[in-house]
């Protein structure tokens, strides 16, 4: 059965991550635009981040120009992300989360669990929580703040660890 532990991505700064390192770990992947409507709730997924990453919790960052409302390089990406909302989770190079050039993580998260367009995703920060186990668990809406999806959060924390 494949997991979120059986990708690999790149980080906005260049280098390869094997999603395998995250293993244990509740994740919550979200796809992220800096010039959308919704960056702000970059705000709200830092404060998640750090009041839960002791507990387990990752947040993923995955920049996407899909709906052409981000910038076209990782560098202004990161100055905005940083400067403008303090993010300290792990953000990743652009993708595509819809298409023939969607990125094999998105195209797992999708076909996992499905939205109010069947696959495809909605618009940004359409966010997925995925469990110790590397198993999607939920799928979010972009409109669904990180404080509504605090309790689900939580939930999938106090879930037994997988040995």
């Known amino acids: 059965m494949t997991t979120l532990s059986d990708f690999q991505a790149e980080a906005l700064t260049g280098e390869q991550v094997d999603l395998k390192d995250f293993e244990g770990k509740v994740v919550l992947v979200v796809n992220t635009a800096s010039q959308c409507g919704l960056a702000p709730q970059f705000e709200g997924l830092e ?11 990752v947040v993923l960052g995955f920049p996407s120009d899909t709906f052409k409302q981000e910038h076209d390089s990782a ?3 990161a100055e905005v992300c940083q400067k403008n909302y ?15 050039s969607t990125h094999p993580v998105f195209q797992w998260l999708k076909d996992e669990k499905k939205g ?11 966010k997925f929580l995925v469990g110790r186990d590397g198993r999607v668990i939920e799928r979010f809406a972009p409109t ?18 997988v040995e």
Do not use: C, H
């Not at 404060?47 to 919790?57: F, I, K, V």
């Not at 109010?116 to 359409?126: D, E, P, Q, V």
């Open 47 to 57: 404060q998640l981040y750090r009041e839960l990453q002791d507990e387990g919790l």
């Open 116 to 126: 109010m367009l069947g696959g495809a995703i909605k618009w940004n920060f359409t």
């Open 144 to 161: 669904t703040t990180p404080d509504e999806l605090r309790p689900q959060v939580e939930q999938a924390l106090a879930a037994p660890s």
């Open 86 to 100: 303090g993010v300290s989770f792990p953000m990743f190079a652009p993708i595509e989360v819809n298409g023939p």
């Open 75 to 77: 560098d202004q990406i």
